[in-house]
């Protein structure tokens, strides 16, 4: 009878003890858990709503940590076509995002998340009177190079509208454009509404007759090379959800 009463008493604790040693180690695993680290590639012209939008992400994804990568849409391309490292991409325009689709550098089809209008940022008070595009000449006009977003819709602009550009400077992001405006650099440049909306009065906006037919749209993507594709599909999905719209619409971009 002691014997029996001995072992049951050993089993019950060896019981407990096993119980014991696997919640320790569950929560162990949990404890050093590490984070994620997703690298974005993103247009300029998204900078500080993107970086409002990681703040958001982080508080529903607490295990995730976003870092950007703000550039030119076509110099992020061909980074990633380079092998730049990266796991979402998110470019001012669908013929550049439609590269990396072409190469085959993508994870699924982009996701068109805004949109986004050009304008035209003159200094504050507009001292030199520009009021359109008949006031150009003899001022010193700055626009994003040809194969910037900015500068392909800057080009299909004029050429809808009969305007012949001879700008003092062709720039490689849409924030250069704004910075050299804004610097007292040059007169006059043609950005988005979205860059005058964040340039804290730095600038003022002057309406580009027939710009409303010039609307570039702005898809995210997976990059294919990812090794968090998981965690990169979530943020994209997370541009379309009703927080990241609503701070898109508050820094003016429309979205779909």
């Known amino acids: 009878m002691k014997k029996r009463l001995i072992a049951m008493c050993t089993a019950a604790l060896?019981?407990?003890?096993a119980c014991s040693t696997g919640a320790?180690?569950?929560?162990?695993?949990?404890?050093?858990?590490?984070?994620?680290?997703?690298?974005v590639f993103a247009a300029a012209s998204l900078t500080e709503v993107f970086d409002e939008i990681a703040a958001e992400y982080k508080k529903a994804e607490p295990n995730v940590d976003v870092t950007f990568s703000f550039a030119g849409s076509s110099d992020l391309v061909s980074q990633i076509t380079?092998?730049?490292?990266?796991?979402?991409?998110?470019?001012?325009?669908?013929?550049?995002?439609?590269?990396?689709?072409?190469?085959e550098l993508l994870a699924g089809t982009p996701e068109i998340f805004a949109s986004n209008t050009l304008t035209l940022a003159v200094a504050p008070g507009n001292p030199k009177?520009?009021?359109?595009?008949?006031?150009?000449a003899g001022n010193d006009l700055v626009v994003c190079a040809p194969q910037v977003p900015c500068g392909a819709a800057t080009q299909k602009w004029a050429d809808q509208n009969?305007?012949?550009?001879?700008?003092a400077s062709e720039e490689n992001s849409v924030t250069d454009v704004l910075g050299k405006v804004s610097a007292g650099q040059a007169?006059?440049?043609?950005?988005?509404?979205?860059?005058v909306a964040r340039s804290?009065?730095?600038?003022?906006?002057?309406?580009?007759?027939?710009?409303d037919k010039v609307v570039n749209q702005y898809p995210a993507a997976t990059v294919k090379a990812s090794e968090n594709q998981e965690q990169a599909d979530a943020f994209v999905r997370f541009l379309t959800s009703d927080t990241a719209v609503a701070m898109l619409k508050d820094a003016g971009f429309s979205t779909p």
């Open 14 to 17: 060896l019981t407990l003890s």
């Open 24 to 39: 320790s180690g569950s929560d162990s695993q949990t404890d050093s858990a590490e984070p994620t680290t997703l690298t």
């Open 82 to 103: 380079e092998g730049a490292p990266a796991d979402v991409i998110a470019t001012a325009d669908e013929k550049t995002m439609n590269d990396l689709e072409s190469a």
């Open 129 to 136: 009177n520009i009021a359109s595009s008949q006031d150009f």
């Open 162 to 167: 009969g305007v012949t550009l001879d700008p």
């Open 187 to 195: 007169d006059a440049g043609i950005v988005y509404v979205t860059d």
């Open 200 to 211: 804290d009065g730095s600038v003022d906006q002057v309406d580009l007759d027939g710009a």
